[in-house]
């Protein structure tokens, strides 16, 4: 595939052009890393890195920062979304794969990409408008009375029901990430060859056992891929939970308490920062938040790369 | 009850609860549309595009400033975005076809269209508003543009792929030179595909709104200098849904409304583009 055909000066510069444009993307993350640390090191050099993670305090008055309850608010957000996400979005690409009659994989498929395609905003608005008013008045009260009751996991519910709390949050995000984990795990299942799965249907399986020992072992790495993937896109997403999180640097047992994550701080309060190091502190955060991002992404190509040159070879 | 009842039961269960799922998925999507559709319908009107925002708290007015001003910055976001990403999806996919340094960059961009676009807003923010001091258009511009970039980057190279070989060799042949076989040859046997990832990208960056919150910030006055601060829709509408006023929540949801349907609109035309170019084969 070689070609030969460098020696035309307008070929020349083509190449050189083309290959600068390819480049920006390279550029692009080493000057935000750099850019982002350059700026945040004077909150570095304050606090520490370990200190910096661990603390608790965000004090704009004192001047004492610490990401131990954005960082809080992000985990558990995140790990309650994808809690939340990951039975319905599996249970969709099962559907769209296996069930559906052929007349309905087509639409049913494109309605879960618009779902995709809405932006986070709306879905934050409409969590505010719309779904914390449900879950304040009947969602929160109905488990505060059932699951509330039950003595440990009870602290998980305590407080007032207000609706601008962690499980709001947690459920928008949840709704978000359904269509890409769906959609990823939808590709993957469709990867699996199809002799396979006829072979055990051969033997006498039921659908629900070519699913289980066929479809899933098949297509784990992808599944898998797709899951650290929506992972990464909850970690950084802003505006869904920015509506409905309260922006509270408070640490609490209870789900039904406001809270902060490192992007609703982020939206909130970067244009209020007034001090070298609260901006920086801010920075500092934006760069945990990068790297943390980053690598979750990172890794969640290598799965999804690895799942699909298993097949193509 | 035999063995095969109960393998039959535990069929039938697993993937009854699997088409509740898809059914649950699919609930949202009904229920947030329907929701923004019935109130925005409401609060849409003629003044909402015609007129700016009245002073807080009073009835009337409309976002002509936000509407303009997102036109404003997603038309230059694209104007710088999309000739780097198609050069850069050019470059992967022709000069650098097979290479590694192909494959590391298609990776990162890869990862980079998932990068939280808050961060992105941090970064213009240190080295587009902070060094002049003031918000300004063009950082939300460049802001989004970072965001396009790699969406149509990845998107032209997997289109140019497409495009067969020996259609190359063809016009190897007669002694094309390899930048014309790009420019005659290969965008236009691929161009469907790059339009739709353009709109896909415009699609993308049109809903965005925490990358402008501290590059392009509001501004409640009608402006067109890209140097001053500038009116987004998306931002208008944190501001105004996270504001105290019903008229602020009403235009706030005639706002969401518009740019819900401009993006959907956006994303089926894009799926019709490539299924038009690609489906028959």
Partial sequence: MRVLLRKNPVDLLFLTITAIASATVLVLIAGILYVLFLKSSLAIEKFGILNFIFSTDWDPVRQIFGAATTLFGTAVTTILALFFAIPVAIGTAIFITEIAPNFMKGPIGIAIELLAAIPSIIYGMWGLFTLAPIMAEYIEPALQNTLGKVPLLGALFAGTPMGIDLFTASIILSIMIIPFTASIARDSFNLTPAIVKESAYAIGATKWEVVKNVILPYSKSGVFGGIILSLGRALGETMAVAFVLGNNHQISSSLFHAASTITVTLANEFTEADTDIYLSSLFYLALILFVMSFIALAVAKIFLLRAQKRYSA | ?281
């Fill in chain 2, 1 to 281: 009850m035999t063995r095969e009842h109960i393998r039959k039961i535990q069929s039938f269960t697993a993937l009854s609860l699997s088409t509740l799922a898809a059914v649950i998925g699919l609930v949202w999507l009904v229920f947030i549309l329907g929701d923004i559709f019935v109130h925005g319908m409401g609060a849409l009107k003629l003044s909402l595009f015609t007129k700016d925002p009245a002073p807080a708290g009073i009835e009337g007015g409309g976002l002509r400033n936000a509407f303009i001003g997102q036109l404003i910055i997603t038309f230059f976001a694209t104007l710088i975005g999309v000739p780097i990403g198609i050069l850069g999806g050019t470059f992967l996919a022709e000069y650098a076809r097979g290479k590694k340094i192909a494959q590391l960059i298609s990776i990162l961009s890869d990862i980079m269209v998932s990068v939280p676009s808050i961060v992105i807003g941090t970064f213009i923010y240190a080295i587009m508003v902070k060094p002049f001091g003031h918000f300004n258009g063009w950082a939300g511009a460049v802001a989004l543009a970072i965001i396009m970039i790699p969406v149509v980057l990845r998107t032209t190279e997997d289109m140019l792929r497409l495009v067969p070989w020996t259609l190359r060799e063809a016009a190897f042949a007669l002694g094309a030179p390899y930048y014309k076989v790009i420019i005659q040859i290969v965008y236009r046997g691929a161009s469907a595909g790059i339009l739709t990832g353009i709109l896909l990208s415009i699609a993308r960056v049109a809903g965005e709104t925490a990358p402008l919150l501290f590059t392009s910030f509001n501004n409640s006055f009608f402006s067109t200098n890209m140097n001053e601060p500038m009116a987004s829709l998306t931002v208008t509408i944190f501001q105004y849904a996270m504001g105290p006023y019903d008229s602020w929540h009403s235009q706030a949801w005639a706002a969401s409304l518009v740019i819900t349907i401009f993006i959907l609109v956006l994303t089926i035309l894009g799926r019709i583009f490539i299924k038009w170019r690609f489906g028959n084969k």
